[in-house]
C-alpha cells in the first residue's frame, strides 16, 4: 500500500500510531452492511469486544468518536439529575454535555493533578438523590486514573446505590489500563478508537449492562443515532442500527486478534511497564510527574515541566527523528508535556523517545 513517507510516530495520548498492518485491514472490497459478509464480521468482533471490556453483557459499536458515546450515556441513563464528578479537561466537557441535553446535572469539580476519590464521591450522594453518576476513568488531560473500582463500590454500598446508573468514561483507559466491567459493577463504560484501541479515529465503544438496557427503555427523549434500544435491537443481530464504518470494523477484528493474542493482563503489565520506565526518566531528569504515583496513569504520563523548556522546541528536535509528543492541555499547556505510551507501542519504543529528549536537554545544558 502506498502510503507518503513523513511517517511521524504519534507519542501523543491519542490519536495514537497504527501500525501498517492496521492501516492496510481497512482496504478490504466493500461489502454491504446487511450483508452476511458484514454480519459475519459484526459477529466476530462482539465476543472479543466483550473480553476487552470485561463483561458477559453487550458492547455496542458506533460510527462516531467517543464524544457521541457520552451523549448516548446522558440521554439513555440520566432520568433526572446526574452527578459529575471532574478533575481535568475531558471530565469537564462531559458535564457540559449532560447540561447541553437538557439534564440537571450537579458538577463536582477536583484540582486538576488530584484523583476523584470514593470519598469526595460519597460526601456529594450523601443526603442526596441521583440517579446518575458520572466520571471519567483515565483523565487524558492530566495523566490521572480515578480508583474505579473503589468509587463504584462505595456508591453500591449506600442504600438504594443498587439503582444508581454509574457511568464511566476510559476514552484513553480501556485495552491499556485495567478496567472491569463487570465485576466492579459499572452500567456504561465508553471509549474510543484512536486510544489504546490502536486504531484509526471513527468509531466509539460502549459496555452497557442489563440494569441500564432496562433503564433506558423508560427514559424519554433518548434521541434517534445513540438510543441504546434501538442499538440493542440490531447487535442481537450482529448489525448496526445505520451503516457502520465498515472498513474501521476490518481493522477492529484484526486489531481484537491481536489483544486476543497478547491478553489483557499482558497488555495492562506492558502498559503499566512503558509507565514506570517513564516516571523513572522523568525523575532521574530533575522533572516531576503531575500524579501522585499511586494515581499515575498507565496510558499517559503528564510531566511537569519543572525545567521550563519549550515544548515546540522539544518537538521540533524530536520531528528531527520522526517522533512527536504532546504539549500539556489546556491550562497545563506549557507547564506539563505529555507522553503517550498507550496502543502498539513498548518499552523499546519509549526508550527510543526519551532518548531523542535527552538530547535536547544536553543541547539546552539541562543535563
Ligand atoms: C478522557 C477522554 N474523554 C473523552 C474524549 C473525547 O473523545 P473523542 O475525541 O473520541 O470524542 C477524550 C479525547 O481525547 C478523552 O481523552
Redesign the pocket.
Known sequence: MSKNNDHLRLFL??PTEVSEEILNAQTEWMVGHRMPECIELVGRISPKLRKVFRTESRVYIAA?????M?EAATRNCVRDRVVHFAN?S??D??GEVHAANGKEVKVVTVEWGKPVTPEIVLENLKGESYDAVSF??????VGITNPVKDIAAAIRSLPGGQDVTIMV?????VSGAQIEFDEWDLDILLT?S??AFALP?GL?FSAVSDRALEKAKTVPNRGYYFDYVTMEKYIVKDQTPATPAISLLFALDKQLDNMMAETMEGRWDRHMAMRQVTMDWAKSRGFEMLADEQYSSPTVSTVANTHNISIGELNKHLRTKNMVLSNGYGKLKDKTFRIGHMGDWGVDDIKELLAGVDEFLVQKGLL
Not at 462516531?64 to 457521541?68: D, W
Not at 471519567?136 to 488531560?141: C, L, P
Not at 468514561?169 to 483507559?173: A, T
Open positions: 495520548p491519542g462516531s468518536s467517543g464524544t457521541g457520552w481535568g475531558f471530565g466537557r462531559w471519567v476513568h483515565n483523565e487524558t488531560s468514561d476510559s476514552v484513553s483507559g474510543s484512536q486510544k479515529a466509539a
